[in-house]
Structure formats: C-alpha cells, structure tokens
C-alpha cells in the first residue's frame, strides 16, 4: 500500500591502487555513501493507527580487480554494503494519545560478483555481471530481527555507446 517517492543523494569516489600491466591486473576500491532522506509510512495523527518514521543511509565499499586479457576484458570482486537507519515507531494508546520509540537500526551484508567485457566498436563495449549477495547480518539496535537470513544471485548484461 506504500506509494510515494524518496529522493537520494549520493557521495562517492573511486581510487585506483594498481594500473594494470602487461603481467598485472587493475586494482581498484570504491566507496558510495547514500543518504535517502526521511520516509514516513502512515500517519498516526491522521486517520492511521500506527506511523513508522525512517531515516535510512548507506555505505558501500566494493574492491575489484579487472584484467584485460585477448579479446575480453575479464573482473572479479567483492564488496560490503552497511545500512544503518533512524527508526521511530509511534502507535494510539486508545486514549487519544500515542506512544513513541525510536532506535538506530543498523544491518550489513557482502557481495560477490564477476564480469566479463568485449568492445564491439569504436566507442561501444558489451558487457555482463554476475554476482552473488549474501542475506544481511543480524540487525543491531532497537530489538528489530533481521529482515533477511537468504542470499541472492543477480546478473546484468548492458550495452555501453560512448559519444
């Protein structure tokens, strides 16, 4: 029943430890910060029974290393993301007021992936990702449970043309 937006703004840079060579790959390591802004569900002042308030944020660092071997070019790496989050629950207390708890919820997980890359032209490439992310860490903060104990296997295939 959710329908709304969220805006999200996002820091990030890219650090380039080893240049690839003729006998060495390509090291890199990447950190993104998101910051969601806050996003409300319910109203309890309104006609809702209960409201949740969020305030999510997340950090992710990925490492990779890629290596451009004949025709392909050829990466693998790893990755953790943490999602922490401002949480505030408030509920009626049939009385005409409510009750409020807020805590910090805090959660993460890694990833893993693969990917291979041929150039098809001039200035277009042609690539496809493999991965694999694992279920999130036990939550930390607030008596929450984990939301997800599974894991996730994802891929991509993306047409690149740079002009």
Do not use: C
């Amino acid at each position: 029943g959710f329908d709304g937006r969220m805006n999200v703004f996002s820091v990030g840079a890219r650090v380039g430890l080893l240049r690839e060579s003729f006998t060495l790959p390509a090291v890199t390591v990447s950190v993104v910060r998101r910051f969601a802004g806050a996003l409300q569900l319910g109203n309890v002042g309104g006609a809702d029974l209960a409201d949740v308030l969020f305030d999510p944020s997340v950090t992710s660092v990925r490492a990779t290393v890629g290596k451009d071997l004949f025709a392909f070019g050829v990466l693998a790496g790893v990755g953790w993301d943490d999602f922490s989050s401002e949480t505030t629950v408030r509920a009626t207390n049939g009385v005409g007021g409510f009750t409020n708890q807020s805590a910090s919820v805090e959660a993460s997980r890694r990833t893993y992936f693969g990917g291979l890359s041929k150039q098809i032209g001039v200035l277009s490439w042609i690539s496809a990702e493999v991965g694999w992310v694992q279920g999130f860490d036990a939550v930390r903060g607030g008596g929450a449970a984990s939301p997800d104990i599974g894991h996730t296997l994802y891929g991509s295939v993306a047409l690149v043309l740079k002009l």
